[in-house]
């Protein structure tokens, strides 16, 4: 029996990469988790550059061990999302985990522009899609957390990148980043009286579908791509930060953790998990001994040594 038989989870932003990754580790534990994004099977979202879709995630999640349900919902419409809680209210009337993962920004991005360089109407729609979609989910998707019974305490996981506050190589990039920890942050706050726990969680160099393509490698042939990038080599499969997620929303004591921010390797090295080839990655480490300083205290001098002159390898990280 998983450690998680009987919760109900959402995972907004399930269709690929960490998404897909979380909603199949909560999976592996039994969880019925609903996977949500905005490209279905035959009909892919608006300017989607990939084919995965959520009822492919759906799939994945109930061959785990779980049972996937795939809700197609565009997580910026107020519509959808009071939409997709109604429906979880009539099926479970309840939810246990709600992980907000929606991102959407890889083709606004501008590495290597200033703030008054960058397209502003570009920034304005990773606002929207990778802030205000995390607040208006939890906003209705939270008080259907409440009363759950003596289900355990409840969950709630804004997925960012990097547990430091360094500058992240691009205005709205670092924005959106930064904000979604202070979110777990003022999540955590305002749900102190009830029996919920709010955190930030970063994958590290994630092996995501569309990375696997760009190194021309595959989910088993993957050390390959350290051949073109020797930090290939320290990358994590999606699940390793979902089986961290996992790992969170089963610990009876995850409210102490409540308003902070963790790694998948932090929390691996807590609750001694691995990834999916039996590895335990540690992107921290890596980079400490490539670059001689700590991850978490990044900075413009670490930031340049990294990337090297005019390449930014932020650009394809969650």
């Known amino acids: 029996m998983g450690r998680l038989e009987n919760r109900v989870?959402?995972?907004?932003?399930?269709?690929?990469?960490?998404?897909?990754g979380?909603?199949?580790?909560?999976?592996?534990e039994g969880a019925t988790v609903y996977c949500t994004g905005r490209s279905i099977r035959g009909q892919l979202a608006s300017g989607a550059h990939r084919p995965e879709t959520i009822d492919e995630t759906a799939e994945l999640v109930t061959a785990a061990g779980g049972h996937g349900i795939p809700v197609r919902c565009d997580h910026?419409?107020?519509?959808d999302v009071r939409a997709l809680v109604d429906r979880m209210r009539r099926d479970?009337?309840?939810l246990d985990v709600l992980v907000n993962d929606v991102w959407g920004g890889d083709s606004l991005t501008e590495f290597g522009k200033t703030f008054w360089q960058v397209n502003l109407a570009n920034g304005r729609r990773m606002i929207d899609q990778a802030i205000w979609s995390h607040i208006l989910t939890s906003h209705y998707a939270v008080p259907l957390m409440f009363d759950r019974g003596d289900a355990g305490t409840g969950l709630v996981v804004e997925i960012t990148d990097g547990d430091f506050y360094g500058y992240r190589g691009n205005i709205f990039y670092d924005l959106v980043k930064s904000t979604v920890i202070r979110l777990a942050f003022i999540q955590a706050r305002e749900l102190r009286k009830h029996d919920l726990s709010a955190v930030a969680v970063t994958p590290g160099f994630l092996r995501s579908e569309f990375m696997l393509e760009h190194f021309g490698v595959t989910a088993d042939t993957w050390r390959d791509g350290a051949k073109k990038d020797p930090n290939f080599i320290a990358s994590e499969s999606p699940?390793?930060?979902?089986?961290g997620i996992a790992a969170l929303a089963?610990?009876?004591?995850?409210?102490?953790?409540?308003?902070?921010?963790?790694?998948?390797w932090t929390l691996a090295n807590e609750y001694g998990y691995?990834?999916?080839d039996g590895s335990r990655p540690d992107w921290s480490a890596h980079f400490a001994q490539a670059y001689g300083a700590r991850y978490r205290t990044f900075d413009d001098d670490m930031y340049a040594a990294f990337n090297g002159p005019g390449e930014v390898v932020f650009a394809d990280w969650p």
């Open 92 to 94: 479970h009337g309840r």
């Open 250 to 264: 089963a610990d009876p004591d995850v409210k102490a953790k409540s308003g902070k921010v963790f790694a998948s």
């Open 76 to 79: 910026t419409v107020d519509e």
């Open 22 to 28: 979380i909603a199949i580790a909560l999976g592996e």
């Open 9 to 20: 989870a959402l995972v907004a932003g399930a269709t690929r990469g960490a998404g897909r």
């Open 274 to 276: 691995t990834d999916v």
């Open 239 to 243: 699940r390793f930060v979902g089986r």
